[in-house]
């Protein structure tokens, strides 16, 4: 079993920036996908952005140009660094742990966009 824990959640106001980071107690070398998806209330849980192993990054078109997704390679840790936020990045965001075939998630953290 591995486990997944997020941090960086709060509030910010609209134009600002926040991070996001996730660790998993798993060896980072059995790690083949990182990702972060968000859920706003009433909505499904949608793909914000995924690193593979090798670095690659891919990102929902709705985040393209604000939100940068990075990995530590000396653990096993994924980051998202988001800009110039809006209300409608307001969601619980989640980081997903691709290990093989399985995939763990995390609890989620809230990231709520207000003035």
């Known amino acids: 079993q591995v486990q997944v824990e997020e941090s960086g959640g709060g509030l910010v106001q609209p134009g600002g920036s926040l991070s996001l980071s996730c660790t998993a107690s798993?060896?980072?070398?059995?790690?083949?996908?990182m990702a972060w998806y968000r859920q706003a209330p009433g909505k499904q849980r949608e793909l914000v952005a995924s690193?593979?192993?090798?670095?690659?990054?891919t990102y929902a078109d709705f985040v393209k140009g604000r939100f940068t997704i990075s990995k530590d390679n000396a653990r096993t840790t994924v980051y998202l660094q988001m800009t110039n936020l809006t209300s409608e990045d307001t969601a619980v965001y989640y980081c997903?742990?691709?290990?093989?075939?399985?995939?763990?998630w995390g609890q989620g953290t809230q990231v709520t966009v207000s003035s």
């Open positions: 997903k742990m691709l290990k093989l075939v399985s995939s763990y």
């Open positions: 798993a060896d980072r070398n059995t790690i083949t996908t």
């Open positions: 690193i593979s192993y090798g670095g690659s990054a």
